[in-house]
């Protein structure tokens, strides 16, 4: 299909230009135009079932290069682009990314609903309008701080379908407007659609900061992702935001099987249901009470949403496991109650086990519990993960349940993770295997043949280090940052959280700037990056990004070190960062804490742009391991068996690892007299007195391994040729976590979509 012949007119209509008068702002909004004109042509994919992906979030990324990927136009804009004195690249830079999202959660939802259209699944996408995020991170004063992240302008992706659907509160009744995305399929002519319910009438942005008022339910409630949960206010606007959801969501459902004139008795038959983590639970029972309003029975209005629902974990924290008290759900959506006692009444009445209740002595309800008992799948999201919560985490359920319990390791669309965001490593590998890598990603395997072609590993060092200069440059335009690109560029990029250890890779900054200080030189120089937004209630985190920050600025200012050594904060690390860290990165962090991290897809999109993983036997570390080999990652740590018998057991004592000659130093140095004239005592203190006296994800249990490894793999990166091998055999061996083939599992074994 030829695109200029509609974007010259485009242009004239809107602005009354030629394409090459238009500004990078007008060329965006015509590209935009144009994409949403050739995906409103695409129909729906037809199956027997639809699936319905209920998540709180989907972080979408921009979506301008990766729909004119999917709709085969990439190339041609980018060309016609550059003809008019533009880039793509450039073009991009004025689309404001969605803040529909957060972390590896929300990203992994985006990465499947590329996935289910790509591979012509019919399958939709169920979540909320956020208009500002989770947040923006300002890094000031050595610390974060958070705006609002508003992404919704005049013109967006969204886009208006005229639906409304009541959700019935405990206040009275509020209006649910039906906004949606569409998801293009790659290599097909289908779409599907991402559907983002709203209030009527949005609040505006907070005039400082990202304090509002959390019991303004009928304005607020989309404002936030995730709001502020220290107080009542907040864990209610939670259960709100949650409820609204999943009701106008289970109305869209309904709604739908009308309109194929589908009795609702058979709802099942045509209707899967995912429930991407706990956040969606209350599908279950408002799906029950709406059946039941159409004249269903209990049993099978039951039989009817149990049969439809499957539940995906994604955690091992209890903590993350929602539950909430039943005078919160009381408050929100009272005609729910009569439902949870009756679906905890006939858990109960099966399996009187008190640790199986839905809801507890406490009158509160146990999300996860509810999920379990009225799906007909549970699944972990690596083999690891699944295995701990069969073992252990849910074990009285998988007991009762085993037939339940499956398997589905976590994937990444390469389309964004690769052919998008490093285009030079894709050409490279058209070149080697050709293009059916791109369909077919286990075709990657083929560049295996390659791992002794010298010509080849060159040409990879020189992709990856013009990934790097473009990284420095990126980071000296937006932070004024001067990092040296021959550096090894050593990356943690994730959610900042205790369980996944950045203050263990500070320790190791420290550990260097001390070597360096006494004159001991590493092989040659490092620059340790870290892109991480805390949640703004969560202290501990952000006392780490404090550390950091002070960490950086006390390098900054020391001629000694900074030859040697830099440590860098990517300021609102998000998606676009992201696509600028991953072809960039040297040496992947994946540094969890054994047992504690799910799966984690960062590690599989550095892996697949060529980085080599640092990391624990921890998630899909595991399986990226076996596949690659030792040779070629660097492990590291306490097995996950053994910190579970520590937690078991009581037997971690932070005090006793706090007092090794290795470690005391380290941790002293967070309340050094250096870092206390740049950062602010009491968070140092506070931090200083939680790693060595209770440490409670065990960094001091692994920190002497960790800095031994990374010291291993500093040494061993100086070996050009054998590093470029490394990262060759890291590409070859990453076509198995594509999300092409998470999907294909997903609905050979649980949805069924036909």
Not at 403 to 409: R, V
Not at 450 to 475: F, M, P, Q
Not at 708 to 717: E, F, G, P, S, W
């Amino acid at each position: 299909m030829d695109i200029q012949p509609r974007l010259q007119a485009i242009t004239r209509e809107r602005y009354q230009l030629e394409p090459s008068q238009c500004d990078d702002g007008q060329l965006y909004h015509a590209l935009l135009q144009l994409t949403q004109e050739l995906c409103r042509h695409r129909a729906a994919p037809q199956g027997k079932r639809k699936l319905y992906y209920f998540s709180a979030e989907f972080l979408m990324g921009k979506l301008l290069s990766n729909n004119l990927l999917a709709l085969g136009l990439y190339d041609q804009a980018d060309a016609l682009l550059k003809q008019w004195g533009s880039s793509l690249a450039n073009v991009e830079e004025m689309e404001p990314e969605p803040s529909l999202g957060n972390g590896g959660l929300g990203r992994l939802a985006a990465c499947f609903l590329d996935s289910i259209a790509a591979l012509g699944l019919s399958g939709d996408g169920v979540g909320l309008n956020y208009h500002y995020g989770l947040f923006r991170q300002v890094l000031k004063e050595n610390c974060q701080q958070e705006l609002p992240n508003p992404w919704i302008g005049e013109e967006s992706w969204l886009i208006p379908t005229g639906t409304t659907f009541t959700v019935p509160f405990g206040f009275g009744p509020m209006k649910a407007v039906l906004w949606d995305i569409a998801i293009p399929g790659a290599h097909t002519d289908v779409a599907n659609r991402l559907h983002l319910f709203d209030v009527e009438h949005p609040a505006p942005a907070p005039e400082s900061g990202i304090d509002f008022d959390k019991t303004d339910i009928a304005h607020c409630l989309t404002s936030f992702l995730y709001p502020d949960d220290s107080d009542e206010a907040g864990r209610l606007l939670r259960v709100y935001q949650q409820y609204f959801m999943v009701s106008a969501g289970a109305q869209l459902i309904l709604k739908e099987l009308d309109e194929k004139g589908i009795d609702p008795r058979q709802l099942c038959e045509h209707v899967a249901i995912q429930i991407n983590d706990t956040h969606p639970s209350m599908i279950i029972p408002e799906l029950t009470r709406l059946l039941l309003e159409r004249g269903l029975s209990m049993d099978e209005a039951l039989h009817q949403v149990a049969h439809a629902c499957a539940y995906t974990n994604h955690t091992i924290l209890a903590e993350a496991l929602e539950k909430w008290p039943m005078s919160f759900l009381r408050q929100v959506a009272p005609q729910l109650e009569p439902i949870l006692r009756e679906l905890d009444r006939r858990a109960k009445a099966v399996f009187p086990d008190p640790r199986l209740a839905i809801i507890d002595g406490h009158d509160t309800v146990h999300m996860a519990h509810m999920d379990i008992h009225y799906s007909y799948s549970v699944n972990g999201v690596a083999a690891l993960h699944t295995e701990i919560l069969r073992k252990a985490e849910l074990k009285p359920f998988a007991d009762v349940y085993p037939d339940k319990f499956n398997n589905k390791t976590n994937g990444i669309t390469l389309r964004r993770w690769l052919e998008a965001c490093n285009p030079r490593l894709a050409e490279l590998i058209d070149e080697c295997v050709g293009q059916g890598w791109r369909t077919d990603p286990s075709r990657l395997e083929g560049l295996m043949d390659y791992a002794g072609d010298g010509a080849v590993l060159s040409r990879l060092l020189e992709i990856k280090s013009e990934n790097k200069i473009a990284l420095c440059r990126a980071l000296r335009r937006r932070q004024g940052l001067r990092i040296d690109h021959d550096s090894l560029l050593d990356i943690q990029a994730k959610r900042l959280h205790e369980y996944k250890r950045q203050q263990m890779n500070a320790l190791y900054v420290i550990r260097k700037y001390l070597e360096i200080k006494a004159g001991h030189l590493p092989p040659h120089p490092i620059t340790v990056i870290f892109g991480a937004k805390a949640a703004p209630a969560y202290v501990m985190a952000k006392r780490i990004i404090h550390l950091i920050l002070c960490l950086q600025r006390l390098i900054d200012a020391d001629p000694q070190v900074n030859p040697w050594l830099h440590v860098v904060m990517v300021e609102n690390y998000n998606v676009s960062w992201a696509e600028r860290l991953i072809p960039a990165c040297d040496l992947s962090e994946q540094i969890s804490l054994a047992s504690k991290e799910a799966s984690g897809t960062g590690n599989m999109k550095f892996m697949a742009n060529g980085a080599v993983t640092i990391g624990t036997m921890d998630g899909a570390n595991v399986e990226i391991a076996h596949l690659v080999g030792q040779d070629n990652i660097y492990t590291f740590g306490a097995s996950s068996d053994h910190v579970i018998g520590l937690y078991a057991h009581g037997g971690y004592h932070a005090w006793q690892y706090y007092e090794r000659s290795g470690i005391k130093p380290l941790v002293d140095f967070i309340i050094s007299p250096q870092l206390l004239a740049i950062g602010n005592d009491a968070d140092l203190r506070a931090l200083w007195t939680d790693m060595k006296e209770k440490d409670w994800f065990m960094a001091l249990l692994d920190v002497e391994d960790y800095i031994a490894t990374k010291d291993r793999a500093v040494l061993d990166y100086g070996n050009r040729s054998a590093w470029a091998r490394k990262a060759l055999v890291n590409i070859a061996k990453s076509g198995f976590f594509s999300s092409d083939r998470t999907i294909a599992q997903y609905n050979q074994d649980i949805w069924h979509l036909g």
